[in-house]
Protein backbone atom coordinates (compact mmCIF):
# COMPACT_ATOMS: atom_id res chain seq x y z
CA UNK A 1 0.00 0.00 0.00
CA UNK A 2 2.09 2.80 -1.12
CA UNK A 3 1.75 6.32 0.59
CA UNK A 4 3.01 9.47 -0.70
CA UNK A 5 5.28 9.72 -2.98
CA UNK A 6 7.93 12.71 -3.79
CA UNK A 7 11.11 12.65 -5.96
CA UNK A 8 14.45 13.75 -5.53
CA UNK A 9 14.79 13.42 -1.75
CA UNK A 10 17.30 15.95 -1.90
CA UNK A 11 17.89 18.45 -4.57
CA UNK A 12 20.92 20.71 -5.02
CA UNK A 13 20.71 23.83 -7.18
CA UNK A 14 22.60 27.18 -7.86
CA UNK A 15 21.31 30.27 -7.51
CA UNK A 16 19.15 31.05 -11.00
CA UNK A 17 18.75 27.11 -11.69
CA UNK A 18 14.94 25.83 -12.18
CA UNK A 19 14.16 23.38 -9.42
CA UNK A 20 11.20 20.71 -10.26
CA UNK A 21 10.07 18.68 -7.21
CA UNK A 22 7.28 15.74 -7.85
CA UNK A 23 4.60 14.18 -6.05
CA UNK A 24 2.94 10.91 -6.39
CA UNK A 25 -0.49 10.54 -3.87
CA UNK A 26 -1.81 7.67 -2.51
CA UNK A 27 -3.35 5.83 -4.83
CA UNK A 28 -7.43 6.82 -4.93
CA UNK A 29 -6.48 10.32 -3.94
CA UNK A 30 -7.42 13.06 -5.98
CA UNK A 31 -6.46 16.15 -3.82
CA UNK A 32 -2.59 17.17 -3.13
CA UNK A 33 -1.27 19.99 -1.17
CA UNK A 34 2.07 21.76 -1.14
CA UNK A 35 3.79 22.78 2.08
CA UNK A 36 6.87 24.19 2.97
CA UNK A 37 8.64 24.02 5.81
CA UNK A 38 11.92 26.81 6.59
CA UNK A 39 14.58 25.59 8.91
CA UNK A 40 13.45 26.20 12.13
CA UNK A 41 10.01 27.40 11.40
CA UNK A 42 6.40 25.78 10.79
CA UNK A 43 4.78 24.30 7.50
CA UNK A 44 3.14 26.73 5.65
CA UNK A 45 0.63 25.72 2.74
CA UNK A 46 1.26 26.83 -0.30
CA UNK A 47 -0.92 25.54 -2.95
CA UNK A 48 -4.03 22.92 -3.37
CA UNK A 49 -4.79 21.34 -6.42
CA UNK A 50 -7.39 18.44 -7.51
CA UNK A 51 -6.51 16.96 -10.95
CA UNK A 52 -5.53 19.54 -14.10
CA UNK A 53 -7.14 22.31 -11.54
CA UNK A 54 -5.28 24.67 -9.29
CA UNK A 55 -8.16 24.93 -6.24
CA UNK A 56 -6.14 27.12 -3.98
CA UNK A 57 -3.14 28.81 -4.26
CA UNK A 58 -2.61 31.55 -1.94
CA UNK A 59 0.08 30.46 0.12
CA UNK A 60 1.97 30.58 -3.29
CA UNK A 61 4.75 33.07 -3.89
CA UNK A 62 3.44 35.63 -6.58
CA UNK A 63 6.44 35.10 -8.75
CA UNK A 64 9.04 31.96 -9.69
CA UNK A 65 6.52 29.36 -8.15
CA UNK A 66 4.00 27.57 -10.37
CA UNK A 67 2.52 24.32 -9.32
CA UNK A 68 0.33 21.73 -11.42
CA UNK A 69 -1.81 18.07 -11.12
CA UNK A 70 -1.91 17.12 -14.84
CA UNK A 71 -5.07 14.52 -15.92
CA UNK A 72 -1.34 11.52 -15.85
CA UNK A 73 1.69 11.29 -14.13
CA UNK A 74 2.45 13.17 -10.65
CA UNK A 75 1.88 16.66 -9.53
CA UNK A 76 5.19 19.12 -9.95
CA UNK A 77 6.13 22.28 -8.36
CA UNK A 78 8.02 24.07 -9.98
CA UNK A 79 10.73 27.00 -8.98
CA UNK A 80 12.20 29.32 -11.21
CA UNK A 81 15.38 31.13 -11.17
CA UNK A 82 15.80 29.77 -7.09
CA UNK A 83 17.68 31.64 -4.85
CA UNK A 84 19.25 30.92 -1.00
CA UNK A 85 15.97 31.66 0.73
CA UNK A 86 14.30 28.63 -1.68
CA UNK A 87 16.53 26.77 0.93
CA UNK A 88 13.89 24.62 2.57
CA UNK A 89 12.04 21.06 2.67
CA UNK A 90 9.06 20.69 0.56
CA UNK A 91 6.36 18.23 1.62
CA UNK A 92 3.64 17.23 -0.70
CA UNK A 93 0.17 15.44 0.94
CA UNK A 94 -2.59 14.12 -0.39
CA UNK A 95 -6.10 13.57 0.64
CA UNK A 96 -9.09 10.97 -0.37
CA UNK A 97 -11.96 12.75 -2.34
CA UNK A 98 -14.49 14.85 -1.73
CA UNK A 99 -17.08 13.78 1.71
CA UNK A 100 -14.21 13.09 3.86
CA UNK A 101 -12.58 15.04 6.83
CA UNK A 102 -9.61 16.04 4.85
CA UNK A 103 -7.16 13.69 6.49
CA UNK A 104 -4.42 14.53 4.60
CA UNK A 105 -1.09 12.40 4.56
CA UNK A 106 2.71 13.64 3.61
CA UNK A 107 5.31 12.53 1.99
CA UNK A 108 8.95 11.96 2.41
CA UNK A 109 9.25 15.82 1.36
CA UNK A 110 12.08 17.15 -1.11
CA UNK A 111 15.03 18.68 1.28
CA UNK A 112 15.82 21.43 -1.56
CA UNK A 113 19.54 23.75 -1.36
CA UNK A 114 20.19 26.17 -3.37
CA UNK A 115 24.11 27.31 -3.21
CA UNK B 1 -2.36 37.10 16.94
CA UNK B 2 -1.15 33.97 15.27
CA UNK B 3 -4.13 31.51 13.59
CA UNK B 4 -2.69 28.29 15.36
CA UNK B 5 -0.46 28.52 18.75
CA UNK B 6 1.08 26.14 20.50
CA UNK B 7 3.96 26.42 22.86
CA UNK B 8 7.30 25.42 21.47
CA UNK B 9 8.81 23.57 24.74
CA UNK B 10 10.91 21.77 24.93
CA UNK B 11 8.65 19.88 27.30
CA UNK B 12 10.27 17.70 29.42
CA UNK B 13 8.72 14.08 30.77
CA UNK B 14 9.56 11.70 32.44
CA UNK B 15 8.73 7.98 30.84
CA UNK B 16 5.69 6.49 31.58
CA UNK B 17 4.52 9.69 32.53
CA UNK B 18 1.59 11.86 31.04
CA UNK B 19 2.46 14.41 28.30
CA UNK B 20 -0.11 17.10 27.73
CA UNK B 21 0.54 19.00 25.08
CA UNK B 22 -1.72 22.37 24.16
CA UNK B 23 -2.99 24.37 20.78
CA UNK B 24 -5.17 27.27 20.62
CA UNK B 25 -6.73 28.70 17.69
CA UNK B 26 -8.43 31.88 16.22
CA UNK B 27 -10.76 30.64 13.79
CA UNK B 28 -14.04 29.95 15.47
CA UNK B 29 -15.07 28.29 12.09
CA UNK B 30 -12.78 25.90 12.05
CA UNK B 31 -14.10 22.50 11.69
CA UNK B 32 -11.52 19.56 11.56
CA UNK B 33 -8.51 19.23 13.87
CA UNK B 34 -5.32 17.30 13.68
CA UNK B 35 -1.74 16.27 15.72
CA UNK B 36 1.10 15.31 13.79
CA UNK B 37 4.62 13.80 15.44
CA UNK B 38 7.42 14.63 12.94
CA UNK B 39 10.59 13.57 13.87
CA UNK B 40 14.22 15.37 13.34
CA UNK B 41 14.37 14.98 9.12
CA UNK B 42 11.14 13.48 8.64
CA UNK B 43 7.89 14.19 7.16
CA UNK B 44 4.50 14.75 9.64
CA UNK B 45 2.95 11.87 10.39
CA UNK B 46 -1.15 11.64 10.75
CA UNK B 47 -1.80 10.90 14.78
CA UNK B 48 -5.07 11.68 15.79
CA UNK B 49 -7.70 13.68 14.19
CA UNK B 50 -11.02 15.37 15.65
CA UNK B 51 -13.80 16.78 14.85
CA UNK B 52 -16.86 16.77 17.70
CA UNK B 53 -16.50 18.57 21.37
CA UNK B 54 -14.67 16.22 23.66
CA UNK B 55 -12.44 13.29 24.03
CA UNK B 56 -11.36 10.95 21.12
CA UNK B 57 -8.70 8.09 22.18
CA UNK B 58 -6.92 5.71 20.30
CA UNK B 59 -3.99 3.72 22.16
CA UNK B 60 -1.81 5.83 24.38
CA UNK B 61 -3.37 9.06 22.64
CA UNK B 62 -6.10 10.86 23.59
CA UNK B 63 -6.85 14.43 21.75
CA UNK B 64 -9.58 16.80 23.38
CA UNK B 65 -11.55 19.18 21.64
CA UNK B 66 -13.45 22.61 23.20
CA UNK B 67 -15.30 24.97 20.10
CA UNK B 68 -16.00 26.73 22.59
CA UNK B 69 -12.62 27.71 24.29
CA UNK B 70 -11.07 27.08 20.35
CA UNK B 71 -8.63 25.14 22.45
CA UNK B 72 -7.51 21.46 21.21
CA UNK B 73 -5.06 19.23 23.41
CA UNK B 74 -3.60 16.26 22.88
CA UNK B 75 -2.41 13.53 26.23
CA UNK B 76 0.27 10.80 25.25
CA UNK B 77 0.32 8.16 28.14
CA UNK B 78 2.70 6.18 29.48
CA UNK B 79 5.42 8.11 27.69
CA UNK B 80 8.10 6.43 25.98
CA UNK B 81 11.37 8.22 24.97
CA UNK B 82 10.59 6.73 21.36
CA UNK B 83 7.74 9.77 21.60
CA UNK B 84 10.44 12.53 21.65
CA UNK B 85 9.55 14.62 18.71
CA UNK B 86 8.03 17.64 17.68
CA UNK B 87 4.24 17.82 17.81
CA UNK B 88 2.50 19.81 15.37
CA UNK B 89 -1.18 20.75 15.80
CA UNK B 90 -3.07 21.56 12.34
CA UNK B 91 -6.54 23.37 11.61
CA UNK B 92 -8.59 23.45 8.77
CA UNK B 93 -10.20 26.64 8.39
CA UNK B 94 -13.53 27.64 7.70
CA UNK B 95 -14.62 26.91 3.75
CA UNK B 96 -10.80 26.00 3.12
CA UNK B 97 -9.17 22.49 2.56
CA UNK B 98 -5.79 23.69 2.85
CA UNK B 99 -4.11 23.10 7.34
CA UNK B 100 -3.14 25.91 8.87
CA UNK B 101 -0.17 24.73 11.18
CA UNK B 102 0.63 26.03 14.68
CA UNK B 103 4.75 26.06 15.03
CA UNK B 104 4.58 22.64 16.68
CA UNK B 105 5.85 21.52 20.44
CA UNK B 106 8.70 19.64 20.97
CA UNK B 107 8.68 16.77 23.32
CA UNK B 108 11.76 15.15 25.44
CA UNK B 109 10.75 12.37 27.10
CA UNK B 110 13.87 11.60 29.90
CA UNK B 111 14.46 7.38 30.53
Known amino acids: NAGVMQNPRHLVRRRGQEARLRCSPVKGHSHVYWYRQLPEEGLKFMVYLQKENIIDESGMPKERFSAEFPKEGPSILRIQQVVRGDSAAYFC?????????????FGPGTRLTVL | QKEVEQNSGPLSVPEGAIASLNCTYS??????FFWYRQYSGKSPELIMSIYSNGDKEDGRFTAQLNKASQYVSLLIRDSQPSDSATYLC???????????FGSGTRLQVQP
Open chain 2, 27 to 32: DRGSQS
Open chain 1, 93 to 105: ASSPPEGSYNEQF
Open chain 2, 90 to 100: AVKGTGRRALT
